[in-house]
């Protein structure tokens, strides 16, 4: 069985030693860049590997992108292929965010042709609080080739977004909490609102009160009050920075809408030039 959206606690425990199974630990804080690996060297799920969004899942940001700027595609392969992962290898992705930053690499493993690929349930707390193996044991993985088949349709610049919400042919998406999107909080952006015509679907809604995602039906009736459910693929997701928006992006896959896409740059991208209009909400 493969396994493209989403996997369960107990479903990767019973794969844990499975050559063909390749499990990254994504966790991240954005308030301390290196907790997520100190955390991981406290303790991991049994042969992960420690992914870090800044230094392997995104480049360096430049003055006129956003904060966490899509990585070197053919670098990114490269480290791939030196974690172990092949074009036939099941890729198995948490962190201690309910999917939050798992949900990047999940993103780019499928823009770059690789589709079983899938997010774990619940993450890291979920697998604690289930008494699962845990390791502070460093792997050693045996270095492959990974060859990317990279599909650059599956995200949009700043312009692309700007053209084709002139144009009436996309509905985007924002995943950041209410506040922000309204422009009444603004903790990391020097600017707060949101992309005019965007509509907001945080992403913890995807979320139940456990930490797992929503069951497919409740999430496609959530996506469907949102008036996306019937073009998916004229969707596009975007949040602060490109990160949490893939949380949205796997959240209608998971609810089987497939098709839609990333708005990569985000709105730290989006105000990064000035001339591009900014919404609020009126309260």
Not at 13 to 20: G, K, M, V, W, Y
Not at 255 to 282: F, Q, T
């Amino acid at each position: 069985m493969q396994f493209t959206t989403l996997i369960s606690a107990e479903q990767l425990a019973s794969q844990l030693d499975n050559p063909n199974w390749v499990i990254f630990d994504c966790r991240f804080s954005l308030a301390d860049v290196h907790a997520g690996h100190r955390l991981y060297r406290q303790g991991h799920i049994p042969h992960a590997r420690y992914v870090d969004l800044n230094q392997d899942l995104s480049a360096e940001p430049q003055a006129y992108t956003g904060r966490h700027p899509l990585p070197n595609f053919k670098t990114l392969a490269t480290k791939l292929g030196a974690w172990g992962v092949t074009n036939r290898s099941q890729v198995v992705v948490y962190d201690d965010a309910s999917g939050a930053f798992a949900g990047r690499l999940w993103w780019l493993l499928r823009t770059m042709g690789h589709e079983t690929v899938a997010v774990l349930d619940g993450g890291w707390p979920y697998w604690v609080k289930q008494g699962l193996p845990v390791t502070t044991r460093l792997p050693t993985p045996t270095p492959t080739v990974f060859r990317p088949y990279l599909d650059p349709k599956q995200w949009l610049t700043a312009t692309e977004v700007e053209n084709a919400l002139a144009r009436q042919t996309i509905t985007l998406v924002d995943a950041r909490t209410p506040e922000r999107y309204a422009g009444l909080q603004e903790p990391i952006d020097p600017v707060a609102g949101h992309v005019p015509k965007a509509l907001n679907h945080p992403f913890q809604r995807n979320l139940n009160q456990q930490g797992l995602f929503q069951a497919p039906q409740v999430l496609y009736q959530q996506f469907k009050a949102l008036g996306v459910a019937e073009q998916a693929k004229h969707t596009v997701h975007m949040c602060g920075s490109g990160v949490t928006a893939c949380h949205n992006l796997l959240a209608m896959e998971v609810a089987g809408l497939s098709g839609s896409r990333l708005y990569a740059g985000s709105w730290s991208d989006w105000i990064s030039n000035r001339n591009r209009e900014v919404s609020k909400l009126k309260y």
